[in-house]
């Protein structure tokens, strides 16, 4: 069967390796339909001194398929989380990290925060970007009636770090005024719409007016183009000077002391990523003056994967910038990485 292989920093390869065996009692055996890119996925390409790995490795770090073969039944393999129903056939998605099930932060439902985690499929770990492979039964999401496969891959990373920062990290609320910076990238868009969903008013900045126009589409509020306009004024003139309750960050040193400087006082600020690079300083006095709350978020839990699934089906979809073959994953990889995206990037197996 066909696996895409990272071999080398910016070298992957489409390789025949052998097929899982039956799935071992507990287990499940996922048909690979769609993987979802991301820039964990960039990341992992380029090469991260940190990352312990060991190549070559299978990457993908989220993806959606079929269930094509389910394990014994055993009585440990019947999970407080409940994947216990799951038939062949079945449409899922899976929980892109081999958390332990047992240390206090699994048994609490924050499986982002495993004490003993086995790492992240796609980047520590071989990933999703095959044609078969065995998961644990617990770590298995149905995906519901109507969701497509090429959108509920979004579901795992891109879906729920946007869930868990918004609602379980920033703790945003209905009627509150947030800023997401990069709107037309894949979290950014997932943003916009579930504040959108709630009833808060949504700035949003962008790179071109292209995108402008794309991400208003989408409900934003108001767009801000950063490279012709300073974004952190125009926030201020838009809230009145007050500020805004919430700023959702990915971006990293480029926009991060602009994002802190657009909060009101208490205001919070949710960071999942640093896509421009790792450090910067910030202002202390401004920090505790101002109260400000600065939240990082990596990750999610099985339940924010659940929640996200749950909106798909409500019509809070992905966009989707392209759909490309497994021959095309680095093409797809080269066009995140260059942010000429609008969206997510989808590789889909046939
Ligand atoms: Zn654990």
Avoid at 104 to 121: F, H, Q, S
Avoid at 338 to 345: L, P, T
Wanted: net charge positive; with cysteine.
């Amino acid at each position: 069967m066909r696996a895409l292989t990272l071999v080398a920093d910016r070298k992957i390869e489409l390789r025949d390796v052998a097929a899982p065996p039956r799935p071992a009692p507990g287990e499940v055996q996922i048909g690979i339909r769609a993987v979802g890119l991301n820039h964990l996925d960039v990341w992992g390409w380029r090469g991260m001194a940190f990352a312990k790995r060991k190549l070559p490795l299978v990457v993908g770090v989220e993806a959606a398929g079929e269930v094509v073969a389910i394990g014994p039944p055993s009585r440990a393999s019947q999970p407080a989380t409940g994947s216990a129903g799951i038939k062949i056939g079945d449409r899922v998605v899976a929980y892109g990290a081999l958390t332990c099930d047992n240390c206090k932060a699994c048994r609490e439902g924050r499986d982002n925060l495993c004490e003993n985690v086995g790492g992240i499929m796609g980047f520590h770990v071989d990933g999703f970007a095959r044609d078969r492979l065995n998961m644990p039964a617990r770590l298995v999401i149905p995906v519901p009636a109507g969701v497509s496969l090429r959108d509920a891959a979004c579901a795992p990373v891109a879906f729920a770090t946007v869930q868990h920062m918004l609602f379980d990290n920033a703790k945003l609320e209905p009627g509150e005024t947030i800023l997401v910076q990069a709107g037309g990238s894949g979290i950014g868009s997932a943003a916009i719409k579930m504040a959108k969903a709630i009833g808060c008013t949504v700035i949003t900045t962008v790179g071109d007016d292209d995108k402008a126009a794309k991400v208003k589409a989408l409900g934003a509020d108001h767009v801000i183009n950063y490279r012709t306009e300073r974004f952190e004024g125009v926030v201020r003139k838009l809230t009145g000077k007050r500020g805004v309750d919430v700023a959702f960050e990915h971006v990293g040193p480029e926009t991060f002391n602009g994002s802190l400087l657009c909060l009101k006082r208490g205001g919070r600020l949710v960071t999942c990523g640093s896509t421009s690079g790792q450090s910067t300083t910030i202002n202390l006095f401004q920090l505790y003056l101002q109260q400000y709350r600065i939240f990082g978020s990596f990750g999610a839990s099985l339940r924010n994967v659940r929640e996200s699934l749950a909106k798909m089906a409500t019509g809070i979809t992905p966009v989707i910038d392209t759909e490309v073959s497994l021959a095309e994953f680095e093409r797809g990889l080269a066009r995140l990485e260059s942010r000429q995206v609008f969206g997510k990037i989808i590789v889909t197996f046939q």
